[in-house]
């Protein structure tokens, strides 16, 4: 920047210049003629500086008959850039190859203004590397710059030189020149050995030691996609520490072959540590080991989880096998799909489907195979099957002595045939003893239930085979009341009784007895004979108390042959005459007399013939027999006889009706 400063003058002088300030100037020069009283010039006084100038004190002075006078004080500056390093050399030694070593090196602006600065980065080789690459430094201000050694190759002693900065506003950039060198790394004298099995994971500890007098963060690179372990590791100064490594493949090891790797630590001095990894990936181990208890005949699906380790889709195939027992047989079936498909890092249920007929313990091995690359993953299943359970539940209802048929069908997947048996202990239920069922096909065998009781019951129906186990089956029986019988039907005059002699078939196979009653008075019945598999007979006596027709049931019962109802239907017809009663002169004769009616009835006897007389009675008791004595005298006229009278016996009130009810009895008397 330039300053122009117009002096004037007045008197005659010579202008000098005393300063020690190069970028000073000053015109005119030399000597200079003013007229006395009146006489001036113009001095101009220019400043270019052409660097940072501090500031400084400068005097013009004029002499004039050799005397100096001064004239005037001159102050200026020049605000400038001035940036340097506290180093313009680094020398890193040697540094062991993948490792790297950091150096620290200080800019300082000892200018006077704010200036921006930029490293040259793209002309650095790959192994040096500076941060802040970039920025802007302040009057006085200090920037720490971290510079990064980190060869990949063996080299020797090399020299990096002009490594430049360019700084804002300086005409020239600021250099750094950097020696080192690359050696090789110390190895560990062992190797570290992993076994597992493929798709299994093994880890181990390294010891790491800091030899550095500084903490340090340090990133242990790590060669072998089989091995991980932690991004970094903290170490104290001088620390001894473990590092968790772990191996992790994804294919098998074959023919003898290994896994090789690496893990490097490099410390901020330069210094670094390698192991050596070898790893040995074995067939797989069962993903997992299944124990599944189920009944015989019962369908079961188990469902695997089939992981793709992989990140891309894979396919497998699919291999079911039995491996105990050594020989099955149809009677056991694995079932699913031929294939799977497993997305990318995912996993897909694989259904499979188990059956038996039989009871026993079945290992079987499920084995997802890639086709391609020959991994594979499987699962040992073990099925306990035990005895099976109810495999349907058949209801069967129908009344009491009459038959309800039923049907199972039985598959048999074996080539021979087979011989079935069968079993039911409830006495209600026949089925026949044996049923073949021909090779690979289905036979039907049908039962039938005839029920003696009415009621609910349960029974079970088992049928077996050697070769294909127990069937069972749940029956549920329902035996509705009987219907009632054929009617029984009577016909008897009032006074007089009619027996009739039912008859029913005994279905119980073995000697029952049966009781019988009758819900209606004039209707009795006697106990039956106990009888098996055959007909039974009971006798049952209509005896009416009143005219008319009369309706009642007869129930037969008993706790094993099951009930039986018979309808009963009876006519009551007035009185018939009875007699003649043949009597001798002389004699008496007894007429049995009745008492029909349900309570105790006074009844009264008269005969229409003197020659004959009744005795009269007290009140009979119900359902009571009461003898009439009849006497006979013949009148003492000539005639030879015979003479004939009537006997009448009547009720004042017969219970039902409104008229009285009256006997007749004809009388015959004979001479001695």
Known sequence: ?????????????????????????????????????????????????????????????????????????????????????????????????????????????????????????????????????????????????????????????KIYENLSCCVEGS???????????????????????????????????????????????????????????????????????????????????????????????????????????????????????????????????????????????????????????????????????????????????????????????????????????GDYLYYLVTFKATSPGVLSTIELVTPVRQTASATVQVENPLTTVTCLTTECKCPEISAPPLQTVPGQSKGSLSFEFQPLCAGESTALLTLHSHDLGFFHYDLLLTALPPPPEKTVHFNTCLGSSHSVLVKFTNHAHFKTEYSGKTDCPEFTVDKALPQAGSEVSMEVSFEPHQLGKVRGQL???????????????????????????SIRTGHRVAIPFKNIFLKTTTFSFQVDNNCFTVKEADPILSKKTHNILISFEAPPEGFPGPWFGKLTVSSQCSEGHSRPCSWVYYLKGLPL
């Open 1 to 157: 920047m330039e300053t122009l400063l117009l002096l004037r003058m007045d008197g005659v002088a010579e202008s000098v210049l005393r300063a020690d300030v190069r970028d000073l100037s000053f015109s005119p020069a030399g000597e200079l003629n003013l007229k006395a009283s009146v006489g001036s010039c113009n001095v101009e006084i220019q400043f270019s500086p052409r660097q940072r100038t501090p500031p400084f004190t400068a005097e013009l002075q004029a002499e004039f008959a050799g005397l100096l006078h001064p004239l005037l004080t001159i102050q200026g500056c020049c605000q400038g850039v001035e940036v340097q390093l506290d180093q313009d050399h680094l020398a890193f030694g040697a540094v062991v190859q993948r490792c790297q070593a950091r150096k620290r090196i200080v800019m300082m602006n000892t200018g006077g203004i704010d200036a921006r600065f930029q490293w040259k980065t793209e002309n650095f080789p790959p192994e040096l590397s500076i941060t802040p690459a970039k920025g802007c430094i302040c009057p006085g201000m200090e920037v720490p710059f971290e510079v990064t050694f980190a060869p990949v190759e063996l080299i020797n002693d």
């Open 171 to 373: 005409p020239s950039p600021v250099t750094l020149t950097v020696t080192g060198s690359c050696i090789v790394a110390s190895t560990s004298k062992e190797v570290v050995n992993f076994v597992c099995p493929v798709r299994g994971s093994h880890s181990q500890t390294l010891p790491v030691f800091n030899p550095t007098n500084q903490h340090c963060s340090i990133r242990p690179v790590v060669e072998g996609e089989q091995w991980s372990a932690a991004s970094s590791v903290i170490l104290e100064p001088h620390q001894n520490k473990t590092y968790k490594i772990t191996y992790r493949p994804l294919s098998v090891t074959a023919d003898g072959k290994k896994h090789l790797g690496s893990v490097f630590f490099s410390f901020p001095d330069g210094t670094g540590m390698l192991y050596s990894l070898q790893g040995t990936a074995e067939p797989p181990k069962a993903e997992d080991n299944i124990v599944h208890e189920l009944p015989a005949k019962t369908h079961h699906t188990e469902m695997l989880p089939v992981h793709n380790w992989l990140s891309q889709q894979q396919r497998f195939r699919v291999l079911m096998e039995i491996l105990k027992p050594d020989k099955p047989d149809a009677t056991v079936s694995l079932k699913g799909l031929e294939y799977i498909e497993v997305p990318a890092l995912a996993r897909q249920d694989y259904k499979m489907s188990f059956f038996t007929y039989r009871e026993g313990h079945y290992n079987t091995k499920v084995t997802f195979r890639n086709e391609g690359s």
């Open 555 to 581: 129930s037969v019962s008993s706790a094993i042959g099951g009930d039986y109802i018979f309808p009963l239907h009876g006519i009551s017809l007035p009185p018939k005459a009875q007699g003649p009663f």
